[in-house]
């Protein structure tokens, strides 16, 4: 059995940005196709634990999230991407509802 931890609330003070991708941060580390980092600031999914369910698709009233290819990951090899980070509105609706808890809503 494999334990997923959830996405790390410090990660922004832990990590580094070391790639920008379709308009958002992308926080190290990243060694595809293993690990993807965490994608976006505010509206940050940690594609190294999201499984790709598009629970957080479904529930942003303000189409935040987009797919993503992420070919050869373990978990899944599509992900939720925050293409839309400045849009969010704060409602917490991802973030609440997502099954590995792979996003954290920072803010700005």
Partial sequence: MVIVMPIDPDFQKKRKVVDNHRGHAVWGPIEPPIKFGIHGTNVAVDWDICEGCGTCIDVC????YEWAEAP?????????????????????ACETQCPTQAIKITPP
Avoid: F, M, N, Y
């Fill in 61 to 64: 009233p303000v189409g935040v």
């Fill in 72 to 92: 050869g990951h373990p978990a899944s090899e599509k992900k939720s991407d925050p293409v839309r980070e400045t849009e969010c509105i704060q409602c917490l």
